[in-house]
């Protein structure tokens, strides 16, 4: 239940100045906003959170259902009757290559399966390369405009895609998604920060679920309209239209929305700033101001864990993001309009799912039935093992397409406690500095995008279900090997180095000091407050 005092007497339990409510009064316009907000702004926070990770993954993923319809597949008649009575190669939904030909009159490229993987990796090389830049940037100058402004960029981009494709083929287009991936990366480290500000502890399983849940929301909206957008052989362009129209729009609402935290907030409530100053604990502390405690961060065995899991994490799910259109399409053989459906149907799951674990998570926690530490790790086991076993089962399904999309959709339902468990667990370890942290084990894990395209177009060379089964069984060894990794480091209690001034240094710590001797060490009854919002 919210507190009641006011945010003066708030900021004086912080020992901070008061910015947001000075001595004058508030204008008309500000008190009418104020009124007008009967919904907390964190979760206006979280709902446009969301919907800017779903922006973000609809212009990620929209070009690896489009690229199916861009790519000329067309073989020769001798070929196509091989295939036919190939066992390790499934029949076509369509009667004839000239009806398949018919049906894709757009595709105008002549890419083989390396240059294709190529291009759907170019995304994460921008991506990685933008990751502690854009932490750096949210922790100095605040994550509303360090978000904005890149994803309006790689709206932007998304949106020439289809002009810079026509004029420049192949190269072009893989410089272009190099920089719609560096436009994304600040968008995770920056997400991080604003909820390390915005939400208290006990919500942020459920915050977590609610805001990174939009990836889900992304890749189902994504997946559907651009099944819808490409079927009937309409022009491939239309899909990068369309998303990247979208972007702007989100642009606009969040530019008018959201605040960095609450204590820039124009008008949010007085009731509800004054319950974030006593529950968050990073409410403007002196902390943050002191250098990102690299050395630390380096030596942390949870951090490693950390960056262990998700990078298995990323391996199965940018293998499912990136992959399972053209395995929809090449290996099964489904239509266009029934990829883009059926594609979507996995993230619907992993979305649905998402909540639950958190919601499970959160209560379990509450009630004390396990530790934020425990939660962590079995829900980041579920996420890792399950989808690592359904995949595999999908694999030897062969083409009986039914057991393959049912086993794709319970892969993906189980990966959705991934949310409530390793990916909020950067705002357990290190709420100061949850955004460098976040920055580093996306930077790291990002490497997962850049090699499983890629890897995955060198081993299916002729999109066979053997060759498939092969790179689904690395994608195996990776998810639960990482895996194993977590659930040996991980750890769920706030880390030492992150609030040195509270902390101190261990007794066995020799690398020099990791804070500002210029800051003066915080007044005791901020110490004081910041223990009891913990």
């Not at 947001?20 to 009967?38: I, K, M, Y």
């Not at 099944?227 to 990247?244: E, H, K, M, P, S």
Request: glycine share 8%; charged share 15%; proline share 5%.
């Amino acid at each position: 239940m919210e507190e009641q005092d006011g945010p003066a007497q708030a900021h004086k339990l912080l020992g901070q100045k008061t910015t947001q409510f000075p001595n004058t009064p508030d204008n008309a316009l500000t008190r009418t906003l104020r009124s007008c907000c009967v919904i907390p702004q964190r979760y206006i926070l979280g709902v446009m959170g969301l919907l800017g990770v779903c922006n973000a993954y609809t212009m990620r993923v929209c070009l690896n259902l489009a690229i199916t319809q861009m790519v000329n597949h067309t073989k020769s008649s001798n070929e196509s009757m091989t295939n036919l009575f190939d066992d390790d190669t499934c029949h076509n939904e369509l009667n004839s290559t000239s009806s398949s030909a018919a049906s894709k009159p757009h595709a105008i490229f002549e890419w083989d399966e390396k240059t294709q993987g190529l291009i759907l990796s170019g995304f994460y090389y921008g991506y990685a390369a933008t990751q502690v830049p854009g932490g750096y940037l949210a922790e100095k100058f605040g994550g509303k405009w360090t978000l904005g402004v890149g994803l309006l960029s790689t709206a932007l981009f998304t949106f020439l895609t289809p002009v810079v494709i026509r004029s420049t083929g192949a190269i072009g287009l893989f410089i272009l998604r190099v920089l719609q991936g560096m436009g994304e990366g600040p968008t995770m480290p920056a997400l991080m920060i604003m909820l390390a500000r915005w939400v208290p502890p006990h919500e942020r399983s459920f915050q977590g679920a609610l805001v990174f849940g939009g990836a889900q929301i992304g890749n189902i909206f994504g997946s559907f309209m651009s099944g819808i957008l490409l079927a009937d052989g309409r022009d491939w362009a239309y899909v990068f239209y369309f998303f990247g129209g979208f972007g702007i729009f989100w642009f606009c609402l969040w530019s008018l929305l959201c605040y960095s935290t609450p204590n820039v907030h124009p008008y949010i409530s007085k009731k509800e700033l004054a319950y974030l100053n006593k529950n968050v604990t990073t409410a403007e502390s002196t902390t943050k101001k002191d250098p990102v405690p690299w050395k630390a961060i380096l030596r942390s065995a949870p951090a490693w864990a950390l960056v262990c899991a998700a990078v298995g994490h990323d391996w199965g799910y940018y293998t499912m993001v990136t992959d399972l259109p053209k395995y929809s399409h090449d290996v099964l053989k489904f239509n266009i309009a029934t990829t883009g459906t059926l594609t979507a149907l996995p993230y619907i799951a992993m979305w649905i799912s998402s909540f639950l674990f958190g919601y499970v998570c959160d209560l379990c926690i509450k009630k004390g039935w396990h530790t934020i530490k425990t939660g962590r790790i079995i829900h980041t086991t579920v996420a890792a093992t399950g989808p690592a076993i359904c995949i595999i089962l999908a694999s030897y399904a062969g083409c009986d397409r039914t057991a393959a999309m049912v086993y794709f959709v319970l892969s993906m339902a189980l990966m959705g406690g991934f949310y409530s468990g390793m990916k909020v667990n950067a705002l357990d370890l290190a709420p100061n500095y949850a955004g460098s942290l976040t920055s580093l084990v996306n930077t790291t894990s990002t490497f997962a995008g850049i090699a499983t395209p890629y890897l995955i177009g060198l081993m299916t060379p002729n999109s066979t279900l053997s060759e498939w089964r092969a790179a689904f069984w690395v994608c195996f060894a990776v998810l639960v090997g990482t895996n194993v990794v977590y659930c040996i480091w991980a750890d769920g209690k706030q880390q030492w180095w992150d609030d040195v001034r509270q902390f101190g240094y261990p007794p066995d710590w020799k690398h020099g000091s990791l804070i500002d001797e210029r800051i003066p060490e915080q007044p005791e009854s901020v110490k004081l407050s910041d223990e009891k919002a913990g």
